[in-house]
């Protein structure tokens, strides 16, 4: 990246400032991208978790596969899916709070003595589906973050601070040329001057 400066003071200045800024702002950066690489392998890892419960959850209820047949269709169907949103590492994230069920009346007498069981074990597989897919998206979110952060720390460290403390380096450089030159000229000023006085005090 191509710094644009002026070779004087207040260019030297403002560099300095931006910096600064970047110098000061790169440990924070680091933190957080550290904070979110680990915030995002614990979000995959519970959304693994819950799938994982989804599945032994299938198995553990394989044994009622014939009677599914005999369960009441739209018996129980989610309405909305209630979520609130959680700051982690400064980034807003979904959490799961509710899962709202529309569960039809049935006749408790005339209906199969398990249906209220069927309606729990419903209910129990689609809040681990659910909450699975909430830390899925969780985790995406924190991820695409940690990979902007990632650039910022990667643009900060590589390309701005060492841009910024080689254009000071050149400044200072020019600066420093200009002032030996200055005092040079002045000195071959008043060398030449001394020559002359001496020259005219000769005559």
Do not use: C
Not at 98 to 126: Q, T
């Amino acid at each position: 990246m191509a710094i644009k400066f002026q070779y004087n003071k207040t260019s030297l200045n403002t560099l300095g400032k931006q910096l600064k800024m970047r110098q000061s702002a790169l440990p924070t950066l680091k933190n957080k991208e550290s904070a979110l690489r680990l915030e995002v392998k614990k979000a995959k890892t519970d959304a693994e978790k819950l799938m994982a419960d989804l599945e032994a959850a299938l198995v553990r209820y394989d044994y009622l596969a014939a009677l599914w047949n005999e369960f009441q269709g739209g018996l129980i169907s989610i309405v909305d899916v209630d979520l609130f949103t959680v700051k982690v590492a400064g980034v807003k994230t979904p959490a799961l709070e509710n899962i709202r069920y529309e569960i039809k009346e049935f006749n408790a007498f005339s209906s199969p003595a398990w249906f209220a069981d069927g309606v729990a074990i419903l209910k129990e597989l689609s809040r681990l589906g659910i909450e699975s897919e909430v830390y899925m998206e969780k985790a995406r979110i924190l991820d695409y973050s940690r990979k902007k952060t990632t650039q910022k720390v990667n643009l900060y460290e590589k390309v701005q601070i060492p841009g910024y403390q080689e254009a000071i380096r050149k400044i200072k450089r020019y600066m420093e040329d200009e002032e030996n030159l200055s005092k040079a000229s002045s000195k071959i000023v008043k060398s030449r001057h001394a020559a002359e006085e001496e020259e005219e005090e000769r005559q």
